[in-house]
């Protein structure tokens, strides 16, 4: 199975703030990670997929980049509505595997 | 508009049996691949099952193996998962999701359903 372990596990940031968050996989998943962001309460929301492609109505604020191994999410000024658990998931190869979720909080 | 709606959750025994449905409109169902994905309280999220849109190709967490099923009726547009024996590591809400395509294979959930509780306890 591959596991997929996201770092760091929480972090706190202001609104304005540059925030990046890392997915990483045991093994090449190529480009096939996807992106949700989850805030208390609510389902899951799906923001990228293809490691890069923004869902369509998600707002160009959120960006995703990598290949293989290594990817990261990255939220390029922190609103208030972006505080929320951020989870990074596989489909490369069965079993589907999530990260274990960043959880961005306010400062 | 595309909806998701489960229901059939609730309190059960532990070794006992639940099936949830799920209700999809907004989109051609058999078009795509369909999810089950659960969340422990206060947990991450748990990929369960997956269906292809002609129920071909299904895959499973190896912790639901040989206990869950997972299947879907086209022409009612819903979407199940019977859970046979169930244990109390099994207490989540469990959510219902369509896939972002149609290929032969489930990938990943583009639209989720608000979920349905299910808590398995004595």
């Known amino acids: 199975d591959i596991q997929m372990t996201q770092s760091p596990s929480s972090l706190s940031a202001s609104v304005g703030d540059r925030v990046t968050i890392t997915c990483r996989a045991s093994q090449d998943i190529s480009n096939y990670l996807a992106w949700f962001q989850q805030k208390p309460g609510k389902a899951p929301k799906s923001l990228i997929y293809?490691?890069?492609s923004l869902q369509s109505g998600v707002p160009s604020k959120f960006s995703g980049s990598g290949s293989g191994t290594d990817f990261t999410l990255t939220i390029s000024s922190l609103q208030p509505e972006d505080f929320a658990t951020y989870y990074c998931q596989q489909y490369n190869s069965y079993p589907l595997t999530f990260g274990g979720g960043t959880k961005v909080e306010i400062k | 508009e595309v909806q998701l709606v489960e229901s059939g959750g609730g309190l059960v025994q532990p070794g006992r049996s639940l099936r949830l449905s799920c209700a999809a409109s907004g989109f051609t169902f058999d078009d795509y691949a369909m999810h089950w994905v659960r969340q422990a309280p206060g947990r991450g999220l748990e990929w369960v099952s997956s269906?292809?849109?002609?129920?071909?190709?299904?895959g499973y967490a190896d912790s639901v193996k040989g206990r869950f099923t997972i299947s879907r009726d086209n022409a009612k547009n819903s979407l199940y998962l019977q859970m046979n024996s169930l244990r109390a590591e099994d207490t989540a809400l469990y959510y219902c999701?369509?896939?972002?395509?149609?290929?032969?294979?489930?990938?990943?959930?583009?639209?989720w359903g608000q979920g349905t509780l299910v808590t398995v306890s004595s």
């Open positions: 999701g369509k896939d972002r395509w149609g290929g032969a294979y489930g990938t990943f959930i583009e639209y």
């Open positions: 293809a490691a890069s």
């Open positions: 269906i292809s849109w002609n129920s071909v190709n299904i």
